[in-house]
């Protein structure tokens, strides 16, 4: 944990030595908005009286705002974001907000939707609050991911960042964030003039990682019959929890096992499965289980790592079903429900590329390996990379280069029809590997993940430090 600590002055660094490779026009200046302590004391985030009656991806406010290195230096990018109108799982209208970046020379036909990884069920996380100049940097993974939209500003891309969980922070539930990502393109698209975007169809490839791999799964599925209007060329996911039953036994008694308080928190949000889980939950869960729930959804996700330490779901202590937890039958189906893949209706009808770790230890390989499969026998163009050595952290950076190659040639239209796999057998990267000019980004990306040490595990002997520090 105290490596994990180092970065955000490592990054204060690269800001101050101007390696951020954008240049501030003499025309930028910083706004003078004051910064509310959280996001439900900041009107913007408030829905105006009748948005309910707005279609999908409308426009419900906008602003500017100073985004910034870990909250500490002003990055100096054409930051917007906009308040829009999406859709909840039982189909009412919710509000959240995307926040828009954009270079001082960009490319006017297309845009990058990167679905960063908050994986929180607490509001304090969302991007669009974490992402501005004087946050309190609690979400550590989407600081860390501020590089990668960096890189993706250098080569001229607008980049936008939707908070896909939605005005509750809800954290699993796919059929929401997918939504959330859509509409998010929608509201991006409708703001096309004010980006000085060449039209209101503009050309859009989505992006995420292990969390954010379950916005961008289910934006892919969900394209086809939601938002099949959006000029979508590419999706790129990696680290994928493709089943959300499966990373729940993987993870669960394990150093990672924090995830899963948080996501039955955003399983259980009112926009999500509230009205049906809700009542289950309170039904089964102990006081001492009800303490991390109530844990979970005030923190970001290393304090939810640290506060279900090596814990298990399972254990009597936390709910009285014990082991049976799963086979109830409200929570079988909101399982079962957010499984990638299980209706064929729900497959990606443009170019993906996908990639994960068979040593991932956080999202298992093998559900990802699945859903590969079976996207593939109906149909859909899916490029499946296996990245034979490295863990969860380190793959993000392994992958990086081919994925932002594709997303180069997916918005270049040579994307290959069909389904293809390889494997890479290094956990190394060339520093270069993105080119001399995005080389200083990338190595910053490394120090930031890459410290996490050989397949993950030294954040593992990090957090085991840090839960007996907390509890002594």
Not at 275 to 288: F, K, Y
């Amino acid at each position: 944990m105290v490596a994990l600590l180092k970065v955000p002055m490592r990054l204060a660094l690269l800001a101050l030595l101007g390696l951020t490779v954008t240049a501030r026009p003499a025309t930028w200046s910083l706004a003078t908005r004051g910064l509310v302590e959280d996001p439900t004391q900041d009107p913007f985030y408030q829905p105006p009286e009748g948005f309910e009656n707005e279609a999908p991806g409308a426009i419900l406010r906008t602003r500017n705002v100073i985004s910034s290195f870990f909250g500490l230096i002003p990055n100096p990018v054409e930051a917007h974001q906009i308040l829009y109108r999406t859709t909840a799982v039982d189909g009412s209208a919710i509000s959240t907000v995307t926040t828009i970046f954009k270079p001082w020379v960009p490319k006017t036909d297309r845009f990058v939707s990167f679905h960063t990884a908050y994986d929180s069920a607490s509001i304090n996380c969302t991007p669009s609050y974490q992402y501005q100049l004087g946050t309190p940097q609690t979400s550590l993974i989407a600081s860390v991911e501020m590089i990668i939209i960096e890189i993706y500003l250098a080569m001229g891309y607008i980049v936008a960042s939707p908070d896909y969980e939605g005005p509750d922070a809800a954290f699993g539930p796919g059929h929401l964030e997918g939504m959330g990502v859509l509409d998010g393109m929608r509201a991006v698209s409708n703001y096309h003039k004010k980006l000085g975007l060449d039209s209101a169809s503009p050309m859009i490839v989505g992006a995420g990682y292990s969390g954010g791999a379950i916005a961008t799964g289910w934006a892919a599925s969900l394209h086809p019959t939601y938002a099949p209007e959006l000029n979508v060329k590419g999706w790129v996911a990696g680290g994928t929890p493709a089943n959300l039953t499966g990373t729940l036994v993987f993870i669960d008694d394990t150093p990672f096992s924090g995830f899963i308080p948080a996501a039955i928190v955003g399983l259980s949000a009112p926009s999500a499965y509230g009205a049906e889980l809700t009542p289950v939950i309170d039904s089964i869960i102990t006081e001492n289980g009800r303490e991390k729930l109530d844990f979970a959804a005030t923190q970001c996700a290393v304090a939810d790592l640290v506060g279900f330490f090596d814990q298990s779901l399972f254990d009597t202590d936390i709910q009285t079903l014990g082991a049976g937890i799963l086979q109830e039958p409200t929570i079988a189906k909101v399982l079962a429900d957010n499984t990638m893949g299980v209706d064929p209706n729900d497959t990606p009808t443009v170019p993906m590329f996908m990639y994960h770790a068979t040593q991932d230890e956080i999202i298992p390989y093998s559900d990802a390996d699945v859903l590969v499969d079976t996207w593939c026998s109906r149909g859909a163009s899916v490029k499946f990379t296996t990245l034979e050595a490295g863990g969860h952290a380190t793959s993000e950076i392994i992958g990086l280069p081919d994925a932002i190659s594709f997303v180069k040639t997916a918005f270049e239209g040579k994307t290959e029809s069909g389904c293809s796999r390889d494997s890479k057998l290094t956990d190394s990267l060339n520093p270069l590997a993105l080119g001399l000019n995005l080389e200083p980004l990338l190595v910053q990306l490394v120090h930031a993940l890459t410290m996490l040490g050989d397949q993950d595990s030294e954040m593992a002997q990090n957090l085991s430090v840090l839960d007996k520090t907390v509890s002594t």
